[in-house]
């Protein structure tokens, strides 16, 4: 029956396709054959940055048909702060997950931040920070090694350090009064300024394909699980490191302009929040893709809409915002990874709509006298195969 079976093979297949197929070598694709080569289209970034910013300005309008003080000095200082420490944050959770690794431990460390400011923050802006920097960076950087060691998923080894935090933010039993007299009102301008700067040279570095596809190298491609080479261990470390010290910055502000104590809480719903923005901007949930204005429109369309809900007194709760924002962030990263990709293109010599028009699923592998044909060769029994090598072409 064997000889049969290859006998009634060689005659459907005259070409040695087949053969060829499964004589081919099956080692698994490198990593750059696998996906797209990190090529993009930036179309659909910049179609929807334009939506970003007439939605800002919509927000904007109400809020100052609400209040046209809101806008002005000195209201607009502490928005502006409030956008500062939302978009660092924000600037965080998007380079981890471009980067493959997203920090989920970004609020409770700026939570701890804002704590430990409001104790310490009478002996000095430096003498508070600088601890407290030195102590996230070094947390960031364990957990970054504890990543690419292991080879587990970052959003893990983030939680279970944001696990962590939340113990130590949990140790106050009553909320913290803010020490010293630091007001960072005078430079609010110079705050967002940075943020700004930071968010679109961010960007517009992660349009070179080069960058881009160095700091996504973690992204998943074929088995997750596999390595990817130390290549990937840069990344990782300058992301998780950085996004903890910028955690620690907007915990810094929260503290220094917030009029009342500190409370003690998790912090989770601010990384929900920094997430989702990052996530709406346009950032793709699987690494890698991003825009060049989202993460600044975006931050500034969630700082205008909860200084309206709270002018309005509608009381929304952070975590609905941030479980929000996050499905909506969602969506746009569908969208993003459906019309970012490069399209394809046919080889030269392969008449596809002529495939199409007769319901044949040729491949690119096949001769190119099938490719062009507008109709399936015949075999030996005079017509085309209908048994299990038919329906594999």
Request: hydrophobic share 50%; charged share 15%; proline share 6%.
């Amino acid at each position: 029956m064997a000889a049969d079976y290859r006998a009634r093979r060689r005659d459907l297949d005259p070409e040695g396709v087949e053969a060829a197929i499964d004589e081919a070598p099956t080692e698994p694709m490198r990593r750059d054959e696998a996906d797209d080569g990190g090529r993009d289209r930036l179309g659909i970034h910049i179609g929807w940055e334009i939506l970003l910013l007439l939605a800002v300005a919509a927000i904007a309008f109400l809020l100052y048909r609400l209040d046209p003080a809101g806008l002005r000095r000195p209201a607009l200082d502490g928005l502006l702060i409030s956008g500062a420490a939302i978009g660092l944050l924000t600037l965080g959770a998007g380079l981890t997950i471009r980067a493959g690794v997203p920090n989920l431990a970004l609020g409770p460390v700026a939570l701890a931040a804002a704590l430990h400011f409001a104790e310490n923050g009478d002996e000095g802006l430096v003498k508070a920070a600088v601890p407290a920097l030195i102590i996230a960076a070094a947390g960031g950087l364990l957990v970054a090694l504890f990543v690419i060691v292991l080879h587990v998923p970052g959003w893990a080894a983030t939680l279970g350090a944001a696990m962590g935090v939340v113990v130590y933010d949990q140790l106050r039993t009553a909320p913290v009064v803010v020490q010293g007299d630091y007001d960072p009102s005078n430079q609010a301008f110079y705050l967002f300024g940075g943020f700004a700067l930071l968010a679109v040279i961010g960007g517009a570095l992660g349009t070179v394909t080069p960058i881009r596809r160095l700091v996504g190298r973690l992204r998943p491609a074929g088995d997750p699980a596999l390595r990817r080479g130390a290549g990937a261990a840069l990344p990782v470390i300058a992301a998780l490191v950085l996004s903890s010290v910028f955690a620690v910055g907007a915990g810094i502000l929260m503290a220094a302009q917030s009029a009342g104590p500190i409370v003690p809480g998790t912090g989770l719903e601010w990384t929900g929040i920094a997430i989702g923005a990052a996530l709406l901007a346009g950032t793709s949930a699987y690494g890698r893709r991003g825009g060049i204005f989202g993460t600044l429109l975006s931050v500034a369309g969630i700082t205008l809409f909860l200084d309206y809900a709270n002018r309005r007194d509608l009381d929304i709760s952070l975590f609905a915002i941030a479980g929000c924002t996050i499905g909506a962030g969602l969506i746009v990263s569908r969208l993003v990874e459906t019309y970012g990709r490069p399209l394809p293109v046919p080889a030269v010599g392969e008449d596809w709509n002529a495939a199409a028009s007769v319901g044949t699923t040729w491949s690119p592998d096949m001769p190119e006298t099938w490719a062009t044909s507008a109709t399936p060769p015949a075999t030996a029994a005079g017509r085309w195969d209908e048994g299990p090598w038919g329906s594999a072409r």
